[in-house]
């Protein structure tokens, strides 16, 4: 486990390079699916750009409209259509940026310069929040019935979320980073600030704490006997 970073941000992951440290005062965000530069994502996901270079432009202005320069970025992966093209976009957009690999990054993708770190899969600890990170969405995760959120793209805002799971992709949220924002007069909250401040979930430890006690039911038990199988009424 990484050391506590900045007001309660800390770091479990696979394969990072380091953890996150930036120059107080810093926002943490989440972003994925952007896609620069991948007509075919306009199609698909009926994107309204009319072509790929008007679609970086909007990406682009849009994450440095939210996003500063002290501030921490999560991409969740599908970054964009070329490799090459990686480096030049980072470079362009605010913030200290960390991947989680999705489905369209390959190797070339993740090695280019930009990143303060790279991976598949991260659980961040935020003011007492414990956030799963992944490019694709779980059934279930690590502290799910503990009040841990699953943060995820891939499903280009098509996927019906799971109590404490969201998508964080730029299709679901005006093609704008997400921002996680604590307080000490309130919950962790997630919200889209480009959206007027739109408010994505606002979660408090009580809740956790009452999950957490809940009793799961007792299962029935499964026959194992042929016997038993004709008898049984699931």
């Known amino acids: 486990m990484a050391p506590n970073l900045l007001g309660g941000l800390s770091l479990i992951a696979d394969d990072l390079s380091a953890a996150v440290a930036v120059a107080a005062p810093m926002s943490v965000f989440f972003t994925a699916d952007t896609h620069f530069g991948d007509h075919r994502t306009i199609n698909i996901s009926r994107r309204p750009f009319t072509n790929t270079a008007d679609m970086t432009k909007a990406l682009v202005e849009r994450w440095n409209a939210v996003v500063g320069a002290n501030d921490v970025v ?42 303060d770190s790279v991976g598949d899969y991260a659980e961040i600890t935020l003011e007492g929040r414990q956030l799963v990170l992944c490019h694709y969405p779980f059934r279930s995760w690590n502290g799910q019935h503990r009040g841990a959120i699953n943060l995820h793209g891939h499903s280009h805002g098509r996927l019906k979320p799971m109590l ?70 699931p």
């Open 74 to 115: 999560w991409h969740l992966g599908d970054v964009a259509r070329r490799p090459a093209d990686v480096a030049a976009l980072l470079a362009r957009l605010n913030g200290t940026k960390n991947l989680l690999r999705g489905n369209n990054d390959p190797d070339a993708t993740l090695a280019s310069d930009g990143w």
């Open 164 to 233: 404490r799971q969201f998508d964080v992709g730029v299709d679901a949220h005006d093609f704008a980073p997400v921002q996680a924002r604590q307080s000490a007069a309130k919950p962790l909250t997630l919200l889209c600030p480009y959206s007027a401040g739109a408010v994505l979930a606002a979660v408090t430890l009580r809740a956790a704490r009452a999950c957490s006690r809940a009793k799961s039911p007792t299962p029935r038990s499964v026959p194992h006997s042929r016997s038993q199988w004709r008898k049984y009424r």
